[in-house]
T-cell receptor, first 115, second 111 residues
Framework: DTGVSQNPRHKITKRGQNVTFRCDPISEHNRLYWYRQTLGQGPEFLTY????????KSRLLSDRFSAERPKGSFSTLEIQRTEQGDSAMYLCASSLAGDSNQPQHFGDGTRLSIL | DAKTTQPPSMDCAEGRAANLPCNHS???????VYWYRQIHSQGPQYIIH???NNETNEMASLIITEDRKSSTLILPHATLRDTAVYYCIVRVAKGYSTLTFGKGTMLLVSP
């Protein structure tokens, strides 16, 4: 399978703990996006990378959130001091750069539950 | 990006065509119409996109009105596996741009 891969698929943790999610994009894609989706809502944009550079962050990305893409390949999203409101599905997507109408392709997400 | 309006839910009988409407009356000339769907517990799946002309691929057809203010996604022979939330998104076609999802249309395909 050469699609976007996200790990873990599910994460349950206690409030206050730190969590880290990983995303492996489609291999030739140099654009990578993180979204968050809460129950009953569509996904909401969090942040965007082109290669290793983080070029945009949503206001939803509080100081407790940090994302990296160290070598322009896989990316990690870390949440520090988790809160109840962080419970959501975290989705990663990737696309080709260059042609501006290239579609984004999504992974199946990491579902985070805060106890 | 322009806002889209979709019905919250639709029903379709298995084997029949599913026609999902989307209104995007404020669309700009450089904005594409994208369709994604999301099956329960999975990530959104890209279906199709278009600018002005009608488009068809192995999954669906996209019909865009001449004034570009609305579009219809057509699943020609719906199956039970097509039950999903369908999102219509308008996206600027320059540089990069993120996707702004609404609540979409929940399509229920029944036997």
């Amino acid at each position: 399978d050469t699609g976007v891969s996200q790990n873990p698929r599910h994460k349950i943790t206690k409030r206050g703990q730190n969590v880290t999610f990983r995303c492996d994009p489609i291999s030739e894609h140099n654009r990578l996006y993180w979204y968050r989706q809460t129950l009953g809502q569509g996904p909401e944009f969090l942040t965007y990378f082109q290669n290793e550079a983080q070029l945009e962050k949503s206001r939803l990305l509080s100081d407790r959130f940090s994302a990296e893409r160290p070598k322009g390949s896989f990316s990690t999203l870390e949440i520090q001091r988790t809160e109840q409101g962080d419970s959501a599905m975290y989705l990663c997507a990737s696309s080709l750069a260059g042609d501006s109408n290239q579609p984004q392709h999504f992974g199946d997400g990491t579902r985070l539950s805060i106890l | 990006d322009a806002k889209t309006t979709q019905p919250p839910s639709m029903d379709c009988a298995e084997g029949r065509a599913a026609n999902l409407p989307c209104n995007h009356s404020t669309i700009s000339g450089n904005e594409y119409v994208y369709w994604y769907r999301q099956i329960h517990s999975q990530g959104p799946q890209y279906i199709i996109h278009g600018l002005k002309n009608n488009e068809t691929n192995e999954m669906a057809s996209l019909i865009i009105t001449e004034d570009r203010k609305s579009s219809t996604l057509i699943l020609p022979h719906a199956t039970l596996r097509d039950t999903a939330v369908y999102y219509c998104i308008v996206r600027v076609a320059k540089g990069y741009s993120t996707l702004t999802f609404g609540k979409g249309t929940m399509l229920l395909v029944s036997p």
